[in-house]
């Protein structure tokens, strides 16, 4: 979707790293939004932003993840140190209040 | 927690078929979406439907919210192979920090073979 993207689109990391996944929104909009995506537990909501203001966190998974967003144009999701069952797809989405476009999302492997 | 079960997981038909897919729920939502995902990409907004007993088409594709606004279904008439996909409900909810929360559906995965 060219309202957002994502990078990288693929990481292949071994666990314990820090991985880093970002997101450049390009449309206009007022809140973001971080999802993953697996086969067991489908689509979940991270956490998501709204004026650039965290609103809700309690998505996160634990303390190893962290998002920030620094501005309108920019937001990442860290995760540090990374585990095999933090594999997923991470989806970034974009909307007036809810999500509204996706970005292609990155697909985390850690080995 | 509010849950949206959809049915069937899983689909496969011929060109030309019709079929329903069905997201139900416990809870009432404010207002209740439906995306398309494909392989390798993120899912794409159909349509949201925020008014109980609400009717919304998109060409083949026709959008119903039960009256109660707790369930919804999609219904395609004359299937093509281009619809294939993974279609998921989500419903939203309102008010505070829940404002901008949807609870996805597990998605049915749609085949239609030529």
């Known amino acids: 979707d060219a309202g957002v993207i994502q990078s990288p689109r693929h990481e292949v990391t071994e666990m314990g790293q820090e991985v880093t996944l970002r997101c450049k929104p390009i449309s206009g909009h007022n809140s973001l939004f971080w999802y993953r995506q697996t086969m067991m537990r489908g689509l979940e909501l991270l956490i998501y932003f709204n004026n650039n203001v965290p609103i809700d966190d309690s998505g996160m998974p634990e303390d190893r993840f962290s998002a920030k967003m620094p501005n309108a144009s920019f937001s990442t999701l860290k995760i540090q140190p990374s585990e095999p069952r933090d594999s997923a797809v991470y989806f970034c989405?974009?909307?007036?209040?809810?999500?509204?476009?996706f970005g292609d999302g990155t697909r985390l492997s850690i080995l | 927690t509010q849950l949206l079960e959809q049915s069937p997981q899983f689909l496969s038909i011929q060109e030309g078929e019709n079929l329903t897919v069905y997201c139900n729920s416990s809870?009432?939502?404010?207002?209740l979406q439906w995306y398309r995902q494909e392989p390798g990409e993120g899912p794409v907004l159909l349509v949201t439907v925020v008014t109980g007993g609400e009717v919304k088409k998109l060409k083949r594709l026709t959008f119903q919210f039960g009256d109660a606004r707790k369930d919804s279904s999609l219904h395609i008439t004359a299937a093509q192979p281009g619809d294939t996909g993974l279609y998921l409900c989500a419903g939203g909810s309102a008010g505070g920090t829940s404002y901008g929360k949807l609870t996805f559906g597990q998605g049915t995965i749609l085949t239609v073979h030529p």
């Open positions: 989405a974009i909307g007036l209040h809810q999500p509204q476009h």
């Open positions: 809870s009432v939502f404010s207002s």
